[in-house]
């Protein structure tokens, strides 16, 4: 985001007119009058926000509990407008347009020997298809599907046959050169990468056997069922016998869709690895439920009940928000079993490929020899393990995580979180936008413990998101035993000065605040903030939190000598109020943290604060500058920063 901007209250401004004409303006009024129609039919129903994103594609209603339970079943991608909506809104219009042509509309003219029914058709297909893609916000997967659909629709006007893969090549083709901002989104390669499995795992399987003669004895129970009613228990046309007739019938179609759904879950793992660092074990079962359900009854009742006038449409809302209701109690059964969820570090890019390998070795075409073997080339991704420092080393690292404070610090075989980030809005959090894909990246499923340093929102506001995803054993924090943060945790403690433990040879100390100021309501948060000082191989690193200038003066007279340290994080991110010359002659660090937010409200660091620290030598490292910073401690101390080793265009040069 480079700039914001606000209407200031003047006179001279004023709305000129509440609807600028155009084809933009005129999508999105239709998007939101739906969506505003949607809302005051399901008022106050907890899945109002379901049944909007899967009839216009929004999903900002959807609550980030309700995210984790749809990832955890691996049926997110059916919470919106998904590719098979699209496909299934075409196929019913194109079905209509191709009967109704047919029939020339029920009159006597013979409209089909002017232009063919299937070209009708496919014309009206293409055409409800980019209405309905509009509608949805014109995502990846809706573009993709979108021009497949054309693609065919012009092969076929054009009399020319259009093989599969080259209808998927000729969409993805387009995608990227529309957008080419797309490939960088993990929707682009899951949408195409899931239909090129589907390509690739079902080719030749589609078609019809030649039919050969058989003995009796080689002919099966369906074709003797149907051929023979006698041999059956109860007489013809009672309902086993329409049963048997009925899977009969079915049956290739029920084949067919369980053999693509086992190949959309194999052949999408390795993906799903690299992308998430997890994979939803559960997702075959909860997609076998989901699909049939959210597809061919949830959203044809929330479309129609959208579009119909409100005495009809209003209860078919309801009915498909009490489906939807039914449906997320059966997924959060499914998502709180203990093994629902498989994690492991995110993969190298060789290691991907080898099991990219191995998936498509698994899924060859029957005759394939030995494709079970494609599964052992997954053991050194599924089993992997997350790295870690050597005992009596340990390694801190600062996220950049805006204007707030957010470092993770691990040794051997503990990882200790300090500080969660701040909040961004009433959905968004640094706890949710990066420290638990980071730390599912890393393959960190547990933290031994959390510290929040004091309550500022700067420090405190993406704890929740962090204990609801990650298990932390215990929570050490200055805030009170009544704070959300405190009732959530699986132990609180309130930090204090003297407390201490050693994990892995590396000494962990409780520096401040006093015992005493927790019962001093006058003290500030800022004034609370717990400092912790670790020390591993004779090298220190000190987390000064929000501390200002009495509480440094204090620091000094108490600690003394002792208060010297090899790394500091500045202490309210280097504010005007901290930093005094006294506290940074008695720490003087070799190198400065500053976990700042690219030109923040409030300025920090201060100029003269900054250049403080870089009058006594000091190496300043600013998280805006430099991004996440990597600090191994151990006989010596080494700094990666991230903008310089895993650089992109589009940084700024550090």
């Not at 002919?219 to 309902?239: A, I, K």
């Not at 997954?378 to 790295?387: E, R, V």
């Not at 000598?561 to 070799?590: E, I, M």
Request: charged fraction near 15%; aromatic fraction near 10%; glycine fraction near 8%.
């Amino acid at each position: 985001m480079r700039a914001t901007g606000y209407v200031r209250a003047d006179r001279a401004n004023g709305r000129r007119d509440a609807f600028v004409a155009s084809a933009n303006n005129l999508i999105e009024r239709s998007r939101a009058g739906l969506r505003a129609r949607i809302e005051q039919a399901l008022d106050g129903r907890q899945y109002a926000g379901v049944i909007v994103a899967l009839v216009v594609g929004d999903q900002r209603g959807i609550g980030q509990s309700d995210w984790q339970v749809f990832n955890r079943t691996g049926i997110g991608h059916l919470v919106s407008i998904s590719g098979l909506h699209i496909t299934m809104v075409a196929g019913l219009f194109a079905w209509v347009a191709h009967t109704s042509w047919r029939h020339s509309f029920f009159t006597g003219a013979q409209l089909p020997l002017l232009l063919p029914a299937q070209k009708v058709a496919a014309l009206v297909g293409a055409v409800s298809a980019l209405l309905y893609v509009l509608l949805a916000g014109f995502g990846v997967p809706a573009q993709r599907t979108l021009y497949m659909l054309i693609v065919v629709a012009v092969a076929l006007w054009c009399n020319r046959l259009s093989d599969f893969s080259h209808v998927l090549c000729t969409a993805l083709g387009v995608v990227v050169v529309i957008d080419p901002w797309a490939v960088l989104w993990p929707g682009f390669w899951l949408s195409f990468g899931a239909v090129a499995v589907i390509v690739y795992a079902t080719a030749g399987r589609t078609t019809a056997r030649p039919a050969r003669t058989r003995t009796g004895t080689e002919q099966s129970g369906w074709e003797r069922s149907d051929r023979d009613h006698s041999s059956l228990d109860q007489p013809p046309g009672t309902p086993a016998t329409r049963m048997l007739v009925w899977l009969k019938q079915w049956w290739p179609a029920l084949k067919l869709g369980a053999h693509t759904q086992y190949a959309v879950t194999l052949g999408l793992l390795p993906l799903t690895m690299l992308l998430f660092s997890q994979v939803s074990l559960i997702s075959p079962v909860a997609n076998a439920v989901a699909i049939p359900l959210i597809s061919l009854v949830i959203t044809p009742l929330a479309l129609a009940g959208s579009m119909l006038p409100s005495v009809l449409g209003t209860p078919l809302l309801v009915l498909a928000h009490w489906l939807v209701e039914w449906l997320a109690a059966c997924l959060a059964w499914f998502s709180g079993l203990r093994y629902a969820v498989w994690t492991a570090p995110a993969p190298p890019w060789w290691l991907f490929c080898f099991a990219m390998f191995g998936t498509l070795w698994l899924l060859a075409p029957r005759g394939w020899p030995v494709r079970w073997l494609g599964l052992a080339t997954w053991i050194p991704l599924l089993a992997a393990q997350s790295t870690h420092p050597a005992p009596g080393r340990m390694t801190v690292t600062a996220f950049d995580v805006g204007q707030g404070m957010a470092l993770l610090v691990e040794t051997s075989s503990h990882r200790l979180l300090y500080d969660t980030g701040p909040t961004y809005g009433p959905d968004s959090n640094a706890g949710g936008r990066v420290l638990v894909p980071y730390l599912r990246a890393r393959g960190i499923a547990r933290l031994d413990g959390v510290v929040v340093s004091h309550s500022d929102v700067d420090h405190a506001g993406g704890a929740l998101t962090v204990l609801d995803n990650v298990r932390a054993d215990w929570v050490l924090s200055s805030l009170a035993p009544g704070h959300p943060i405190a009732r959530a945790a699986r132990q609180h403690v309130s930090c204090a000065a003297g407390q201490q433990w050693t994990w892995d040879g590396v000494l962990f100390e409780v520096l401040h605040p006093l015992a005493a100021s927790r019962s001093d309501a006058a003290i500030k948060s800022n004034a609370r903030s717990c400092v912790l000082r670790i020390t591993a191989s004779g090298k220190s690193v000190l987390l000064a939190g929000d501390i200002e200038a009495t509480q440094e003066a204090r620091l000094v007279q108490q600690e003394g000598g002792r208060l010297r340290a090899d790394v500091l994080l500045a202490p309210h991110h280097g504010s005007g109020t901290s930093s005094t010359p006294a506290f940074l002659q008695a720490v003087l660090p070799q190198a400065a943290i500053f976990q700042v937010g690219h030109r923040n409200r409030y300025g920090h660091p201060k100029k003269e604060v900054y250049q403080r620290y870089g009058d006594l030598g000091i190496e300043r490292l600013r998280t805006d500058r430099t991004g996440a910073l990597t600090i191994e401690v151990g006989a010596s101390i080494e700094i990666r920063r991230f903008r310089y080793t895993d650089a992109r265009y589009w940084h700024d040069q550090p």
